[in-house]
């Protein structure tokens, strides 16, 4: 079985994304769906050679909540200090530091940021251990990296097993 899908994971989401790119759940579209998710992962595993290992699972459900609660949040937020006015922004730039190591985690931090709107990250050190997050709107700096921190990077480490 694991030679036919050496990423379960990736195949079913590649399945469920196929799916609802295409709008329709039809025999060829089901069938395409599965032809992507089983050939795409074999002949990509090659290119992977770091494989991320998921520690605790259950976190991740846990994390995925919070993050959708923010990204919500944080639309709503955006639009009245977008709406309002722009003498009151005060974007920035914040370098992070980071406690995390695995690769995974801090390519998913990375993505989590910049899907909450509002944020954005911008770069990363070569060292890996400072990540760099655009503003929108920061009056405290130390607050924002303790938020980002013990929102994602903590559960994030605890995911990964850092």
Known sequence: MKRLFPSPILS???FIVWLLLNG?????????GILFATL???????????????????????LLGVV????VQSNL??????????????????????QIRD??????????????PGTLSADLTE??????VHALHVEDE???IACIQARYETPLMEIFGC
Not at 24 to 32: M, N, P
Not at 79 to 96: H, M, N, P, T
Not at 127 to 132: A, G, P, T, V
Request: glycine share 4%; proline share 6%; hydrophobic share 50%.
């Open 12 to 14: 079913l989401v590649l």
């Open 24 to 32: 329709s759940a039809s025999a060829g579209q089901v069938a395409l």
């Open 40 to 62: 795409i992962p074999r002949f990509t595993d090659d290119f992977r050679p770091e494989r991320p290992r998921l520690r605790k699972p259950a976190v991740l459900f846990r």
């Open 68 to 71: 959708l609660w923010d990204v």
């Open 77 to 98: 937020t955006v639009a009245r200090q977008v709406l309002g006015r722009e003498s009151k922004l005060r974007s920035r730039f914040v370098w992070v530091p980071l």
């Open 103 to 116: 690769s995974h985690g801090i390519a998913a931090l990375a993505s989590i940021i910049t899907m909450t």
């Open 127 to 132: 060292d890996r251990l400072h990540l760099l």
């Open 142 to 144: 130390a607050a924002l």
